[in-house]
């Protein structure tokens, strides 16, 4: 009972030392990369046995060497807050032996457990230096006295590891021997193993697979160690590469050798030809490689002169391209700033000639009324009421303007008959057939006082522009050096199509004041805009069948002057007027057989311009014309105002008939047989026939109608009818014939051969006009035997 009874106490350590032992070891078999600086702080951890404990692999027997290390370190874990931090005893022993460790012994547990409580003592006197504070750079277990709780969970969570993530020795003793991968319980296991522990005690011995401590080693493991291992190299045993294991800033120990290779002539020759040799075949090679430089070079020269030649000057190009980008764009801004201008000045000098145009025209008109007012029965006038004239308007106010234009109106008459009395025309001029379009002097002035102001603007358009950019010559001479460098890219851009509307506001400005209906009015073909392009596109070169700028004047005047004579056509033009109706027959003829795409009948232009002709035509028909009808008694004073004005009436409209047919050629027959047989022969002249006196008069005005129509409507008809519009007309020649012999009979001889040469006349103004069944039948009604003579010769 009073025996000594020898127990181990554990310490509350122990468990914590397994559970981080263990802990590392897993975290070492993670890692596939282990720093060489971190190995030798790693190497130098004791084995443990399976309990946790720090074995003592020096000794003999590892188990008892185990235990009592195990006792120690739970004696002194006990103990540990009496023991003064620098006292003596065995803590002194290994404090002190710190400095005397050989280079491959192993530490006991309890120098490592001085060896961490020197550390302690530094950390806490603040001159040990800091630590890495990454993982897996060092190990420090804090441990702390005053917890004694055996509870893992709170031990875990209340200390602080500073772990060195390195594999242990026995971790790589144990890679070694092929238990590479196992877990801590079979290591524990295999630690168990008396052969094993043997085994590893002489492998210890032997200084296997130690690796050399390195210079550059952590603070901490240097602290453990100071200037205690030289640096040696060590020879790794059972390396997979069999060649010594080497450090950063280790060289390998080679044993002197006083030994050297004897030198021969021999030796030196050789190794001298040798060398001549090697540089013979750098030279040949460096020779080699020269040539094919130079040819390299050759080559590159003479692809440089080919790719130069084959380039077809593309940089002249593309820098002549860019120009004329450039040239364009100002060219079109310019002509954006401009184009409003042209407008605004070509609506003006369109509506000053309207304005003389309309002031004419209803000048004509008023004359018309006024002398039918004049001349109107009393028993019109008696419907009426007594301040109003026939035609509904106040008579005091009326009758003053009358007498104003009746005695302007007789002034222009006066002067238009002694014209035509100094150029001896007097005999052959009948009433109406005359254009009354003189002016005052008033109106003259003061048109040609707005028509030089419009001019004086059109000349200050481009007063503040380039010539370059307002120049019809400069921007032809632009395009024309495009179209013979470079055609190609001339053709694909469509300048050909974009040309005529490009010089369109330029000709336009020059046509400002051009008016075909004036006397003076100059040709267009003679301007300079026209002289200037007539030319253009015309080289010496084979000319394409697709240029399109051999077109380029049709389409000039297809889209300027045809809209010009539009507007001229709507707006100036009088159909009355022989002289300017046949100026502008003239104008359209020529159009129309100097330029195929203006005969083009799909034409747009000139579809709008034939309506706009048309449209003119009927509008005069509707509004001018005006034929009076007076009894025949009334007319048989030829010296009266009435006959004087139903003559002037009767003429004015056979000019009008003629005028409308001036334009056979121009529009369908069917058109112009429907304006001026039907809307005008029929509707107006034949009322006049019929209140004529039956006679010499009567012949020579129908004779005068026949004149006015084209010849080439008779010549293909088939029959012996003419025409059907023309059928009202030959009944009234077969009614005048009637006519003239009732009433030749009973009279003289002289007066019934003047009847008889009346009806010969007649049947020859039927036979002209391809009416032969008409003809036949008043030749054959009064005995005309020269008929077939009558028509022989009418139609030669």
């Known amino acids: 009972e009073n025996e000594e009874v020898f127990k181990v106490k554990k310490s509350s350590y122990s468990k914590k030392i ?44 590892g188990a008892a060497v185990g235990g009592h290390g195990e006792e120690e370190m739970d004696m002194e874990s006990e103990k540990e807050e009496e023991k003064p931090k620098a006292g003596g005893g065995a803590f002194a022993n290994a404090l002190s032996s710190l400095n005397v460790l050989r280079p491959g012994e192993i530490p006991d547990a309890a120098f490592i457990h001085a060896a961490r409580k020197k550390r302690q003592m530094a950390r806490e006197l603040g001159d040990f230096p800091p630590h890495d504070s990454e993982p ?41 021997i092929g238990i590479e991968g196992s877990d801590d319980d079979a290591l524990v296991a295999g630690e168990q193993d008396e052969e094993l522990s043997r085994w590893e ?132 801004e310019c002509f954006s700033e401009k184009v409003p201008l042209i407008n605004e000045l070509e609506s003006a000098i369109h509506q000053l000639y309207k304005q003389r145009a309309s002031r004419l025209v209803q000048r004509r008109q008023d004359d018309i009324k006024d002398e039918s007012s004049e001349f109107s029965s009393h028993s019109n006038k008696a419907l009426m009421a007594p301040n109003l004239d026939s035609f509904g308007r106040d008579r005091a106010l009326y009758q003053e303007h009358a007498k ?19 150029t001896g025309k007097m005999a052959d001029h009948l009433e109406g057939l005359s254009s009354d379009d003189e002016e005052t002097s008033t109106d003259i002035t003061n048109f040609n006082l707005e028509k030089d102001r419009i001019s004086k603007e059109s000349s200050k358009v481009f007063e503040d522009v380039l010539e370059s950019f307002c120049s019809i010559d400069c921007i032809k001479s632009q395009f024309e050096a495009w179209r013979s460098r470079y055609y190609t890219s001339y053709k694909d851009a469509y300048i050909g199509l974009c040309l005529p509307k490009l010089f369109n506001p330029l000709i336009r400005l020059q046509l400002l004041t051009w008016t075909p209906l004036e006397a003076k009015c100059r040709d267009f073909e003679n301007m300079l805009w026209f002289e200037s392009l007539l ?33 001229i056509a709507e707006n100036m033009w009088d159909p009355f007027s022989t002289t300017q109706t046949s100026r502008m027959v003239g104008i359209t003829l020529k159009l129309v057989n100097g330029y195929p795409s203006v005969a083009n009948a799909e034409n747009k232009n000139t579809q709008v311009y034939l309506k706009a002709l048309l449209l003119r035509m009927r509008r005069t028909l509707d509004d001018d014309v005006f034929m009076p ?168």
Not at 30 to 40: Q, R
Not at 217 to 231: G, I, L
Request: net charge neutral; charged share 30%; hydrophobic share 30%.
């Open 201 to 332: 005690q002489e492998q210890i011995r032997k200084g296997i697979n130690i690796p050399q401590v390195q210079a550059s080693q952590p603070a901490e493991v240097n602290m453990y160690y100071p200037n205690t291992y030289p640096t040696m190299p060590y020879t790794a045993y059972g390396s997979s590469d069999g060649k010594s294991q080497k450090t950063d800033n280790s060289a390998p120990f080679k044993t002197p050798s006083n030994e050297m290779t004897p030198v021969t002539i021999d030796l030196v020759k050789k190794q001298l030809k040798d060398r001549l040799d090697s540089m013979k075949d750098v030279h040949k090679a460096n020779r080699q490689q020269h040539e094919k430089h130079l040819q390299s070079r050759v080559d590159s020269t003479r692809a440089i002169e080919r790719l130069e030649g084959s380039s077809g000057g593309t940089g002249e190009r593309y820098k002549f391209l860019q120009e004329m980008r450039g040239y364009v764009q100002d060219l079109l």
């Open 18 to 61: 397994v559970k981080l032992l263990k802990k590392e070891y897993k975290e070492d078999l993670e890692k596939s990369k282990v720093k060489t600086e971190l190995n030798s702080s790693a190497d130098n951890e004791p084995p443990l046995d399976k309990t946790g404990h720090v074995q003592d692999p020096g000794q003999e027997d």
């Open 629 to 796: 009808l007076y009894p025949k008694n009334v007319l048989e004073n030829k010296n009266s105002g009435p006959y004087l004005f139903f003559q002037r009436q009767f003429w004015s409209s056979v000019k009008l008939l003629g005028n409308f047919l001036q334009w056979y050629g121009i529009f369908s027959n069917k058109t112009l047989q429907e304006l001026s047989i039907d809307g005008l022969l029929n509707r107006y002249i034949l009322m006049a026939f019929q209140n004529s006196e039956y006679g010499d008069d009567s012949i020579k005005k129908a004779q005068n109608v026949i004149n006015c129509f084209p010849k080439q409507w008779f010549m293909n008809l088939k029959g012996e009818r003419t025409i059907s519009q023309l059928e009202n007309f030959c009944r009234y020649l077969v009614h005048l014939a009637d006519t003239i012999y009732r009433n030749s009979i009973g009279c003289s001889d002289v007066e019934k051969r003047n009847a008889r040469e009346n009806i010969k006349q007649i049947i020859k103004l039927l036979a002209s006009v391809h009416a032969l069944d008409h003809a036949v039948a008043v030749a054959g009604e009064h005995n005309v035997k020269e008929f077939k003579s009558l028509v022989e010769g009418k139609s030669t």
């Open 136 to 176: 897996g750079k060092g190990r420090l277990v804090r441990e702390d006295e005053n917890d004694a709780s055996d509870d893992e969970d709170d031990d875990e969570k209340r200390r602080i590891v500073f772990s060195v993530k390195e594999k242990s020795q026995r971790q790589k003793i144990a890679e070694e």
């Open 404 to 422: 104003r234009r009746i005695a302007e109106r007789e002034a222009r008459r006066t002067r238009r008959r002694q014209a035509r009395e100094q």
């Open 535 to 567: 030319f253009y596109g015309c080289e010496e070169r084979e000319q394409e069948r697709e240029d399109v700028d051999i077109a380029l004047l049709p389409t000039i005047v297809e889209k300027v002057i045809l809209p010009k004579l539009t507007v």
